[in-house]
């Protein structure tokens, strides 16, 4: 089993739609988690920290669900600037772990 | 804040020339910095995590002598990718953690193009 599993995608949603991601990790020790969202071509850029009480930041809300071992991320009404591929981020020992990604294209 | 810069973003070489990718964390000190490698529709892949002041930590499968890395200081960090070859073109990023926080922060990346 992968370290860290996403939803495959590609997601592809109208605009103002809401959307919601998976992501499942089997190290138990994970320390931290976050969600990075990266454009075509261009680096991952940090979205957003998830707390085990669960955090909002505008239109979107993470949630960590330790015991079950899943995050997820809810992005409420989507805009075409939301497409971009999300990335799912565990940080244990000095090590980061990356997911595949998961793909979103938000469509006019 | 917690900007991190890349240089150069993008260049050329050709096949068993040598090329060094620059990683500056500009506003925070980074005690660790990382290198990824990222091939077209392929996800981030960790290639070593680099200490200031002490040796660099390599993925397996990753070769320390084609790949060097250098963290002289606090903000800054190297990657040489010696005697280059075309399947060593790919997209190259670096990312800087700031000492206190878990939170990484990457750099534009190098797109590495090998002839």
């Known amino acids: 089993r992968k370290e860290v599993e996403q939803d495959p995608g590609p997601f592809n949603v109208p605009e103002g739609a809401t959307v919601a991601f998976n992501c499942t990790y089997s190290?138990?020790?994970?320390?931290?988690f976050f969600w990075y969202r990266q454009d075509c071509r261009k680096e991952p850029k940090l979205l957003m920290s998830?707390?085990?009480s669960g955090n909002e930041d505008g239109r979107f809300t993470a949630q960590l669900n330790r015991a079950s071992q899943y995050i997820s991320l809810l992005i409420r009404d989507s805009k075409l600037s939301d497409s971009a591929t999300y990335l799912c981020?565990?940080?244990?020992?000095?090590?980061?772990?990356f997911g595949p990604g998961t793909r979103l294209s938000v469509l006019p | 804040g917690a900007v991190v810069s890349q240089h150069p973003s993008w260049v050329i070489c050709k096949s068993g020339t040598s090329v060094k990718i620059e990683c500056r964390s500009l506003?925070?000190?980074?005690?660790?910095m990382f290198w990824y490698r990222q091939f077209p529709k392929q996800s981030l892949m960790l290639m070593a995590t680099?200490?200031?002041?002490?040796?660099?930590?390599?993925e397996q499968g990753v070769e320390k002598d084609k790949f060097l890395i250098n963290h002289a200081s606090l903000t800054l960090s190297t990657l040489t990718v010696t005697s280059a070859h075309p399947e060593d073109s790919s997209f190259y990023i670096c990312?800087?953690?700031?000492?206190?926080?878990?939170?990484?922060?990457f750099g534009p990346g190098t797109r590495l193009t090998v002839t």
């Open positions: 506003d925070f000190q980074a005690t660790t």
């Open positions: 680099s200490n200031e002041g002490s040796k660099a930590t390599y």
């Open positions: 990312s800087a953690r700031p000492q206190q926080g878990y939170e990484q922060y």
């Open positions: 190290n138990s020790a994970s320390q931290s």
């Open positions: 998830v707390y085990s």
């Open positions: 981020v565990l940080y244990y020992g000095q090590n980061f772990v």
